[in-house]
């Protein structure tokens, strides 16, 4: 009897960007002890939590988004303020898209409750309804869709969002599943990579190549706003010299459709 693959959990990750002498993305660098890409330059992100696809999320959120893409969305921003500090909120008194995103000192005032949201001693719903705050799910751009190939014991189903970071918040890491906050150019970041100097797993790196296509937050938004987001579930397979290799489709974007599987996890 064959063994049925692991489902995959949905997890989500946000590519945070800025623009200073060039576009950056803020990457987080995963701490040696964690089971799963240790040591790696990542984006803040995670697996989502019961919490994530509550009901009573309803009036706290900006943006038209239920099932699947509410609950990923409120993942991401989770996720990004327990490993980054960075929040993606709105005062609820002046809410609505186009609206400014709140500034550092109400971000720098929860931030002491970081710890707390990760180990679900404190409901982020709570923390945000609490605090007159709503969620910014709008600002989120999708960007990608991967899973976890089916071989995998382990495996994800996680949505990857762009937002622009709001002016003025500061990104820090979290000292426990995160040991460093860098904003890297995303070229430079593959170039690191390349260079060995940096740990950057194949997905990472597939979406820092495709970000790199941008050159500042504005043109990032425009050429990715509207465009369609193809799932990628990376397949086992040889190339023509009979190496073993991970496929993804060309349609997904990502100018690369085959990675040698000793290279997934440089």
């Known amino acids: ?72 969305r409120i993942c991401a921003i989770r996720e990004a303020f327990e490993e980054s500090g960075v929040l993606l909120a709105r005062e609820r008194h002046a809410r609505g898209t186009d609206a400014d995103l709140i500034g550092p000192d109400i971000a720098e005032r929860l931030a002491p409750m970081r710890g707390a949201v ?51 918040q500061i990104a820090s890491h979290d000292g426990r599943e995160t040991t460093d906050a860098r904003w890297l150019n995303p070229q430079m970041a593959l170039d690191l990579a390349a260079r060995e100097e940096a740990t950057i797993i194949f997905p990472t790196r597939m979406n820092l190549r495709k970000l790199a296509t941008a050159q500042s937050v504005m043109s990032a938004r425009e050429l990715f706003s509207s465009a369609n987001v193809v799932t990628v579930e990376p397949r086992l397979g040889k190339n023509e010299d009979g190496e073993a290799c991970l496929f993804i489709p060309e349609e997904a974007g990502y100018g690369q459709t085959t990675e040698r599987l000793d290279s997934v996890m440089r």
Request: glycine share 8%.
């Open 1 to 72: 009897m064959t063994d049925m693959p692991a489902k995959p959990k949905l997890s989500a990750t946000v590519l945070l960007v800025r623009d200073e002498a060039t576009l950056e993305v803020l990457m987080v660098a995963r701490h040696y002890e964690i089971d799963f890409a240790s040591g790696a330059l990542v984006f803040p992100g995670g697996k989502a939590n019961s919490e994530d696809e509550a009901d009573d999320w309803g009036g706290l959120v900006d943006g038209q988004f239920d099932g699947t893409q509410r609950a990923a």
């Open 118 to 168: 990760d180990r679900q001693e404190q409901s982020f719903l709570e923390l945000i309804g609490d605090n007159g705050l709503v969620l910014a799910l709008d600002t989120l751009i999708h960007f990608g869709h991967w899973i976890t190939p089916a071989m995998m014991p382990k495996r994800f189903d996680t949505h990857f969002y762009l937002a622009p970071t709001p002016s003025e």
